[in-house]
């Protein structure tokens, strides 16, 4: 049981486009649900208007969300990823770009959906973020590994609402060890929170 | 700049259970969205409805999501949390509890919104879910930290879309430092991702 791999697709221009948007329209939309003061009866009323909504979408549906898509730059991009994905609602998305010395790197923001003390990033979403860059850093060797060991180290609470920075880079690989370290920046300058991951490669 | 802290009143029943019913219909449509192969110009068609749906729940807007909420049990729980929140959509939701002698556990399937490798959960999503429920292992023992420092060791793939199980419990206290183990176990029975945390309590 459970899901299968499969061979996707890539998406072409316009339905990448259109999932993206769509994708936007979702976070606006969960934003509001977590905010809404509307009241139970508005809450439910727009809830039903949503199941339609959900079956139109579903009347085609794939077997396992597409991997790629054709973006601006031309460049494919994991594009249904839950950190870095532009057409999966629940990633902020954190766009990340690496740089040709290899290190990954992204400017973001978070809303307060991903609150967890109050007024401050949860704990868990920064882990997920820093997760997904250093793999990306990682992979930027020319090497793809899987995520063996993730050491994060909290320093202050990071601020919802502001821009971040969260920068990676491979710091040494060992025959298939790969070690990566990274950041989230604050505002100020400041680093709020630090990783260090080990990515192992598959045997040939 | 950034978001303040506010105080924030729970909500009432009624207002809980709509909120809830709403989120899970966003989850629902998140999926769909994820996984359509309806066509651009049907994303886009559900895209536009969207966005009036989200001003009908913006029309009265929260200056923070709320706290609390009444469950059936009467127990007031972290409702908006982006791992456990029964009202925020991009939660699984984990629905975690805590037993007597204080292990936080929760049994949960996480649907392709989650996938990192292709069939699998993301790496970042698995620690995101220990942190939280680490967290909740601690503050078992009536004490409140912060996260300080999150390790975590990944033995084996995740697997999507089947029944998984999280269990943490608060190993030691010293002074303002109170440490948590725990682990995901898949429906095999093996454990898929270990995570080790501490936690630090403000000072008085």
Chains 1, 2 share one sequence.
Do not use: W
């Not at 790629?68 to 629940?90: K, L, M």
């Not at 050491?151 to 990071?158: D, F, G, H, K, N």
């Amino acid at each position: 049981m459970g899901v299968e791999p499969t061979v996707r697709d890539g998406l072409d221009r316009d339905e990448t486009a259109a999932l993206t948007a769509l994708a936007a329209r979702i976070r606006e939309l969960t934003e509001a649900a977590v905010l809404t003061g509307a009241g139970a009866g508005e809450a439910a009323a727009v809830a039903d208007e949503l199941a339609a909504l959900t079956a139109r979408l579903s009347a085609v549906r794939r077997a396992a969300p597409p991997f790629t898509g054709t973006g601006e730059s031309g460049i494919d991009r994991q594009i249904a990823n839950p950190v870095a994905g532009t057409i999966n609602p629940i990633a902020p998305p954190v766009d990340i770009e690496v740089t040709p010395d290899g290190i990954a790197r992204a400017e973001f923001t978070l809303s307060q959906v991903y609150e967890g003390p109050p007024a401050y990033v949860h704990g868990g979403v920064s882990a997920m973020v820093l997760d997904q860059v250093l793999g990306m850093a990682a992979a930027a060797t020319g090497n793809h590994g899987m995520t063996a060991t993730l050491e994060l180290r909290y320093r202050r609470p990071t601020p919802l609402g502001v821009p971040l920075l969260v920068e990676a880079k491979a710091s040494r690989t060992e025959g298939r060890k790969i070690y990566a370290d990274g950041a989230i920046t604050g505002p100020d300058g400041r680093v709020t929170v630090e990783a260090t991951a080990l990515f192992v490669m598959p045997r040939r």
